[in-house]
């Protein structure tokens, strides 16, 4: 019983972290433009086309449909971990001024869910593609 508690917990740390990712992906199809301002002003990345973003976007989700499938979770889940924690940390400016950007803040514990799902990866088994001896 312990173990089906923990795989359903998972489970939802999973989906929650899905979500906001999968809308993050949708972002570079719907609004291109909103995606070059975010490279351009948290990375110092500028200059990208929409085609560009249209490609980067598909990339994004195929990972993150693999990672809501529990595909090859090693490199799955470690990717999406370090794809938000480099977000995290490209926003420290925003922490500095904390209370006009509070909802940066939120990065943070979605971090420690995506930590959470990697480094407990093989007890999360509720809805995923079995790849238990590849993890």
Request: aromatic share 16%; glycine share 8%; proline share 2%.
């Amino acid at each position: 019983m312990p173990q089906q508690r923990i795989a359903t917990a998972l489970l939802t740390l999973r989906l929650g972290v899905f979500i906001v990712m999968f809308v993050w992906t949708l972002d570079k199809f719907v609004n291109p433009a909103h995606s070059g301002k975010v490279f351009e002003h948290f990375y110092g990345i500028g200059g990208l086309s929409g085609e560009l973003f249209m490609v980067i976007g598909a990339l994004q989700m195929l990972l993150v449909l693999a990672f809501v499938a529990g595909f090859q979770k090693r490199y799955r889940y470690g990717l999406i971990m370090l794809l938000h924690g480099v977000s995290t940390l490209s926003s420290w400016q925003q922490y500095l001024d904390t209370f006009n950007n509070l909802l940066f803040f939120a990065a943070w514990p979605m971090l420690a869910a995506c930590f959470a799902l990697y480094y407990l990866r093989d007890l999360d088994v509720c809805w995923t593609i079995d790849d238990r001896s590849k993890t």
